[in-house]
């Protein structure tokens, strides 16, 4: 039983490794919400730091409170993945 344990735990640990590291600039995108200075300011940033191409970069305009509706998701979301390349 420990020995299954400790073959599973190795092979947590190197999948996640090989996940973690498949994750670059190519791959990720980054969303700014333009109504939010805090946003700007740290969406920019790290963009520019992991440089990230200005087409991953994503720009929209969210309404000023702590949830989006299912509707108002749903409809982000669509635009959003029409606008990305498919590898994001």
Known sequence: ???AKRIYLWLVVLLSHSAAAAIDATN????????????R????YYAAVHDIPA?????????NRAALTQAEFEQLSSKLHASLPAAV
């Open 1 to 3: 039983m420990h020995r």
């Open 28 to 39: 990720t995108a980054v969303l700014i919400n333009d109504d939010d200075s805090k946003s």
């Open 41 to 44: 300011v740290i969406g920019e």
């Open 55 to 63: 087409a991953h970069v994503l720009r929209v305009k969210l309404p």
